[in-house]
């Protein structure tokens, strides 16, 4: 337990609003699912007393960023549990896009949704899958679960859920099992380590980054591949050790293709994580690089005096950027270290609050320069307002602003919280237009060729990304227009306040009886 919570508070940038464990203890009788999920950091959701009743030999955690369902409510917490045909438990990073129909099929068996939650309807769907296979035995229920069914349960799962994503799962008396959708767009890794227990054996981990395995001590063997299953099972009490292990299965495709997202490498992932064969550092590096090419070809004659990233994530692509251009790089704007990301954040007015909280101006930097101020990626465009009316309030003369990723003119659908285009800085709008929203002096994106080129340089390997937020070309090729509306009717900012404020309206109503 111990190590799934370390491993949660070093991926704790992948989501801020609820996390959750999940773990199994064995014995020689009985299993027993022990769980504690809340809304909020991990830090806050997990008191001592509740990580001294997640006792067991394997388990499962989740940092939630929701992109379907409520925020406030923490049923949508996960992981997911579930008990028929057996106990399960499921955490998912990613975006299903046919969440709709996937909750008319499980509604239609008979299963009980309790949520609006995508993963929910995920877990159904599997556990309806696993079902089948232990019928079509003959009805020996009792039989133990063998590997093969359930990897043909997920195989099915896989051809009947759409859209991106990696999924870890603890599976009753069996292990714990991950899988990746058929492009790969989301990441998922697996590491092992010799087990610091007194049985010995191997212990495995499977991780959305290689950073959470690297901080508990495990080595990266690999990413899971798209389409493929891996399941991990823990010895037992008296079971021999050949038991235990590790056992993959390539379910939907080769596995050889991987179309990564290209937004992870942008600002999802830490730098000193490694993403199907690409360190995420050395890729914002060449972004920094790229960029500063661009600037040059572009205002091959202006005069800028220094170079200011906007923390945190900026700051690698600003550091290459600044020595490439031979300009120099400084700290100008000062994070206060208690504040999250705020991108990741559900609403807008929450968003606006903490980036003023959050970034404050070292006044002599800026003071009669012209500064080019650099971010990685300029999205609703919150952050980058603010911070150029502080570097103007700062004294600074000229304010250019660069952004290592191209314009984001299109939603994300597959797992990255982008559902209504309108709401971008960047929609329907030229550099230019932009630049008199931001008010700064002009505005530059890194071209996606580029972009692409500067991920694809660290492992040539890649052929094809998932840049749909940048291109509008969607590489599932399975969404229509309806889909589009209906998720930004959906999940607009105004509707997903709205629909945050009904749940606690009636959460905080005196009750009645
Ligand atoms: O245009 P916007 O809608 O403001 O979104 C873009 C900003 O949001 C992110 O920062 P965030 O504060 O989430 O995280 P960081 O500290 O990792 O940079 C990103 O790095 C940009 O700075
Ligand atoms: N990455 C995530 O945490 C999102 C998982 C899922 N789509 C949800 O909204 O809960
Ligand atoms: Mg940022």
Redesign the pocket.
């Known amino acids: 337990r111990q190590a799934i919570f370390d491993g949660l508070t070093v991926l704790q ?1 992948r989501g801020q609003d609820a996390a959750g464990i999940v773990t199994s203890r064995t014995t020689e009788d009985s299993t027993q699912l022990n769980q504690h999920k809340g809304l909020g950091m991990v830090r806050d959701v997990f008191t001592q007393g509740e990580m001294l009743k997640l006792e067991g030999n394997c388990g499962i955690g989740h940092c939630r960023y929701p992109t379907a369902g409520r925020t406030s409510s923490p049923e949508e917490a996960q992981p997911m549990y579930n008990n028929y045909p057996c106990g399960l438990a499921l955490a998912h990073n990613g975006n299903l896009t046919n969440k709709n129909q996937l909750q008319d099929h499980v509604r239609g068996l008979h299963r009980h949704l309790n949520t609006q939650s995508d993963s929910e309807a995920l877990l159904n769907v599997f556990a309806e899958e696993l079902r089948l296979q232990l019928d079509s035995r003959g009805g020996q229920r009792t039989a133990k679960i063998e590997p093969e069914h359930i990897f043909a349960a997920v195989k099915r799962t896989m051809e009947l859920c759409r859209g991106g994503y990696a999924v870890v799962m603890l599976i009753h008396d069996v292990g714990v099992l991950a899988f990746r959708d058929p492009w790969g767009i989301r990441p998922i890794m697996v590491g092992s380590r010799k087990s610091q227990t007194l049985e010995g054996g191997i212990d495995y981990v499977f991780s959305s980054e290689s950073v959470a395995s690297d901080t508990l001590g495990f080595d990266m063997l690999r990413d899971v591949r798209p389409g493929e299953c891996m399941l991990a099972v823990p010895m037992k009490p008296n079971q021999p050790r050949e038991d235990l292990g590790l056992i993959s299965k390539q379910l939907v495709g080769d596995g050889n293709t991987v179309v990564p997202c290209l937004f992870e490498y942008v ?1 999802f992932a830490r730098p000193d994580s490694i993403m199907n064969g690409v360190s995420v550092y050395e890729s914002r590096l060449q972004m920094g690089e790229k960029l500063a090419d661009k600037i040059m070809r572009e205002h091959p004659n202006e005069k800028i005096d220094v170079v200011i990233p ?5 700051r690698t692509s600003a550091l290459a950027l600044a020595h490439r251009m031979g300009i120099p790089y400084r700290e100008g704007f000062i ?1 206060n270290r208690y504040i ?6 559900p609403e807008q007015s929450q ?1 606006k609050k ?2 003023r909280l ?1 970034l404050n101006t070292v006044r002599a930097e800026f003071e009669g320069l012209n500064v080019l101020l650099v ?11 603010q911070l150029v009316s502080m570097a103007r309030d700062a004294g600074a003369n000229k304010v250019f602003f660069c952004s290592a990723a191209p314009e984001i003119r299109h939603p994300n659908i597959y797992g990255i919280d982008l559902p209504t285009a309108s709401e971008l ?1 960047a929609f329907d709008r030229t550099s230019d237009e932009i630049a008199e929203v931001l008010k700064c002096d002009w505005v530059l994106f890194q071209d996606l060729d580029d972009l692409e080129e500067a991920v694809r340089a660290i492992n040539p390997e890649l052929k094809t990304f998932e840049g749909s937020t940048f291109s509008g070309s969607y590489v599932t090729n399975d969404v229509d227009v309806n889909y589009f509306s209906s998720l930004a009717e959906e999940r607009n900012d105004f509707a997903k306040l709205t629909r945050e404020q009904s749940v606690q309206s009636v959460r905080s109503t005196p009750s009645q009886v």
Request: charged share 25%.
């Open positions: 940038h600002y906007i923390p945190d994530t900026s994070k999250g990301r705020t991108f990741i954040m968003r903490n980036v959050k971010d990685d990626s300029i999205v609703r465009g919150t952050t980058s307002t800085v």
